[in-house]
């Protein structure tokens, strides 16, 4: 991965407020890169010749490209985090562009806030007792405050293999899966939608 290449996509990122779609292995192939030119660096006889002093230089140019094209992604992917928790609608293509890692961070931070949401908010409000006769409805907070308690659910990435109705995992979120999105489930929900061939789990034993 050159320098070149690596400007060209933080400046695309950075003039447009979605993510862009750059290729799964491009952090790896910068981290070859970079392992090339500190092989160099370690092999110059001179640590203060012209030779040296241009391979720090691009060595801290990829560094810092790197670092910023982070940081802008991970900016946006914590704006759809947001909306997502507060069930707004978010395009399936900006899932689509996320990095497997950057997805699991997505996951990650809606949850978080959604836990954060429930224990916070919910768990501060007086639980309104049902009228007589009527069992009290599902609320979409029950799973995660029962959490308090407990270690976290175990997830799993999947590809959806069939459209599903909304669903609520044992995380209490709430799922909407659609034919070939590629979703981070619990486990144990996972295992159910497996076994009815809804979903495929694309990383077994893990």
């Known amino acids: 991965m050159h320098l070149d290449e690596l400007r060209i996509i933080l400046l695309s990122e950075r003039e447009t407020g979605r993510l862009v779609q750059i290729q ?21 006889e001179d640590p203060f010749s012209d030779e040296a002093r241009v391979l720090i230089e691009r060595i801290s140019a990829i560094r810092e490209t790197l670092s910023d094209l982070y940081r802008i992604r991970a900016e946006k992917i ?18 689509k562009k996320m990095l497997p890692e950057e997805k699991d961070m997505f996951d ?9 949401r429930c224990r916070l908010v919910e768990g501060a409000m007086p639980r309104v007792p049902p009228r007589p006769g009527k069992e009290r409805e599902g609320e979409p907070c029950a799973a995660v405050l029962a959490q308090d308690a407990q270690d976290l659910p175990r997830f799993v990435v999947t590809r959806v293999l069939q459209d599903m109705e909304p669903f609520m995992g044992v995380d209490g979120r709430i799922y909407a899966l659609r034919q070939e999105d590629l979703v981070t489930l619990p486990e144990r929900n996972a295992e159910v939608l497996c076994e009815r061939n809804i979903v495929l789990n694309i990383n077994p034993g893990k």
């Open 108 to 116: 990650q931070v809606v949850l978080s806030l959604e836990q954060a």
């Open 24 to 44: 799964k292995d491009l952090f790896v192939s910068a981290g070859k890169s970079l392992g090339e030119l500190y092989t160099g660096l370690y092999a110059c």
């Open 78 to 95: 914590l704006s759809l985090a947001r909306t997502q928790e507060e069930g707004s609608y978010i395009d399936r293509e900006e899932l």
